[in-house]
């Protein structure tokens, strides 16, 4: 499972959890302007925005799991197991993308959610895999700029454009169940709650009591409803450090423990990573689950015209500050 957020103070964030029971090698990518994006069904893409994100690199090629560009748009992809679909067939009228092809190919191209709509109308996305090891992966998207926040899914009716007002995306059910449930939490408050029992007199033993009911499972519906109660309850100082500071504790809240979900006998989902982006400045945060320091990569500090790939490697080792 994984977690997909947004949050706005003085500068726009964009990030995730990243939540399995392996890793695929990731690392912290950057793609600068004129690296060529080679397409399996039309030509390189031979000069484009530059990306910051978290990729796996194979043969040459970034293969992103989420990423945002120098003009500030974000894509996310998550797991949306047996709902997406991609087409076989070629389309004569359409650009043909293969479905890893896509978090590239928008961020390389789009400066925002609306030109990432007008591009995403024009695509017939591939059921291509990207190699025998590396079979299709069936994902569903949060896009994002400052301004506004869609979740693309593409299912076996065609492409689902929705509005995302909440700017938060999980996994199943399709976005807009996931959109309709909130509606059963719509009285959890960040306020005390009165007594609605009448004459029977009720302590109000606890802090927090306004939430409860809030769900605390791992379930991608739970983990919707709980990351949106915390992110639109959200309230921080508006500066670098307290923005990033929220931003992880907010991903926090739907932090995976290693013992808590087993997906096959003896084999645990994580949170491998979490990711934070502030998207205005082009710098990449991210924690790593046994390493809770926070270590950042800024893409202006590169060359960000080169044409070849960057790479940094996770600092995976956690950082104790021994004081004494
Ligand atoms: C596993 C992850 C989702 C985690 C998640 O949501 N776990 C919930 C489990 S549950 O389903 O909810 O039970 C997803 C998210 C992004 C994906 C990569 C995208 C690029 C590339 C696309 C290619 O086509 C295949 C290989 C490729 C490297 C992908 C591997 C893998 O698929 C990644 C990491």
Redesign the pocket.
């Known amino acids: 499972?994984?977690t997909a957020t947004t949050y706005k103070t003085k500068d726009f964030y964009f990030g995730r959890t990243?939540?399995?029971d392996f890793s695929?090698g990731?690392s912290v990518v950057i793609t600068p302007r004129s690296f060529l994006i080679p397409l399996r069904y039309s030509e390189a893409i031979k000069s484009h925005y530059a990306i910051i994100g978290m990729?796996?690199v194979?043969d040459g090629f970034p293969?992103?799991?989420?990423g945002i560009n120098d003009k500030g748009l974000g894509v996310a992809?998550?797991?949306?197991?047996h709902n997406a679909h991609y087409n076989h067939e070629k389309s004569s009228s359409k650009t043909n993308i293969?479905?890893?092809e896509f978090?590239p190919y928008i961020l390389s191209k789009a400066k925002n959610v609306e030109e990432a709509i007008e591009l995403i109308d024009n695509l017939n996305i591939m059921d291509t895999?990207?190699s025998s090891k590396?079979?299709?992966?069936?994902?569903h998207y949060l896009i994002a700029d400052s301004n506004r926040a869609i979740t693309v899914e593409f299912v076996k009716d065609g492409t689902r454009i929705y509005e995302n007002p909440v700017g938060v995306l999980t996994?199943?059910p399709p976005f807009d169940k996931q959109l309709f449930n909130l509606n059963n939490y719509r009285r959890l408050t960040h306020k005390d709650i009165p007594n609605t029992f009448g004459e029977v007199e009720l302590e109000q033993y606890s802090r927090g009591m306004g939430a409860m009911g809030l769900p605390g499972d791992l379930s991608?519906q739970s983990r919707f409803v709980r990351v949106a109660f915390v992110k639109l309850n959200s309230l921080s100082k508006d500066d670098e450090k307290s923005s990033v500071s929220q931003f992880f504790h907010i991903l926090n809240s739907v932090d995976q423990q290693r013992g808590c979900c087993e997906?096959k006998e003896g084999e645990f989902?994580i949170t491998l990573y979490t990711s934070c982006y502030n998207t205005n400045r082009g710098i990449m945060y991210y924690t790593t689950y046994d390493n809770h320091q926070i270590s950042s990569v800024d893409m202006h500090h590169e060359n960000l015209d080169s044409d070849e790939l960057v790479v940094y490697q996770l600092v995976r080792d956690e950082k104790i500050n021994y004081q004494n």
């Open positions: 499972m994984c990243l939540d399995y695929y990731e990729a796996t194979i293969l992103y799991f989420e992809g998550l797991n949306f197991v293969a479905q890893f978090i895999p990207f590396l079979p299709c992966a069936e994902l996994n199943n991608s997906v989902e």
